[in-house]
């Protein structure tokens, strides 16, 4: 079975320009949340979609978002970039009511300058 | 606000040894306990989880342990090899069931495997 695809893998923008990054979950997966990992702040949880809906949201600004797909695929799109929001975004899918058990994409690796 | 931390950022081990990675919570209302081993380049992978109400649980070359009594969380590995080289990250989901309330990790511990 095919793991977590994200794309792209590595993105550099300027700031006041906005991204949208894209995952694909392991096949029968409905669940897909999205992380973002920085060196000073570690793994952060940004937010989880179910059956195209948001479930759950984290401590992240409105100029977060995301949406996911009927075929559960999901993008999350930063508006008006900031230099704080260079990271790694990395998206993990599960299977519904295992939810602790994530699998991880590689990640796109995001430079805001 | 609440979060699981971690020990040491760094442990260092000879190959072929035992590695005991620690990790501190202090949400007592969190239904499972996991632990992430990060490669470098790649996303974090599922190693092995624990439910709230277990002190113990065994996989392959690993084990956790859970001590709720001073909230500590516990990795070890058996027999270190040369690919465990990797960041291990202990984390938490709060939502009964196993529902994907979104993880909170801890800041991770640089296991290096020395020959």
């Known amino acids: 079975k095919a793991g977590v695809t994200q794309t792209p893998r590595y993105l550099i923008k300027t700031r006041g320009q906005q991204v949208t990054l894209s995952c694909s979950p392991i096949?029968?997966?409905?669940?897909v949340s999205w992380y973002q990992q920085t060196p000073g702040q570690g793994l952060q949880f940004l937010f989880e979609?179910?059956?195209?809906?948001?479930?759950n949201k984290g401590n992240f600004p409105g100029r977060f978002s995301g949406r996911q797909f009927s075929n559960s695929r999901s993008e999350m799109n930063v508006s008006t970039l900031e230099l704080g929001d260079s990271a790694l975004y990395l998206c993990?899918?599960?299977?519904?009511?295992?939810?602790?058990?994530?699998?991880f994409g590689p990640g796109t690796r995001l430079t805001v300058t | 606000g609440e979060s699981v931390g971690l020990h040491l950022p760094t442990l260092s081990v000879q190959e072929g040894d035992n590695s005991i990675i620690n990790c501190a919570y202090s949400n007592s209302a969190s239904d499972y306990f996991i632990w992430y081993k990060q490669e470098s380049g790649k996303g974090p992978q599922f190693i092995i989880d624990?439910?709230?109400?277990?002190d113990k649980r065994q996989g392959q070359r690993v084990t956790v342990l859970l001590n709720k009594t001073v909230k500590h969380l516990s990795l070890q590995i058996a027999a270190t090899q040369p690919g465990d080289s990797a960041v291990y990250f202990c984390?938490?989901?709060?939502?009964?069931?196993?529902?994907?309330?979104?993880?909170?990790f801890g800041k991770g511990t640089h296991l290096i495997i020395q020959p």
């Open positions: 096949s029968g997966h409905r669940s």
């Open positions: 993990a899918s599960s299977v519904t009511g295992r939810g602790y058990e994530q699998y």
């Open positions: 984390a938490e989901n709060r939502k009964s069931g196993g529902g994907a309330d979104g993880l909170t």
């Open positions: 624990i439910r709230s109400n277990m």
């Open positions: 979609y179910f059956s195209e809906t948001q479930r």
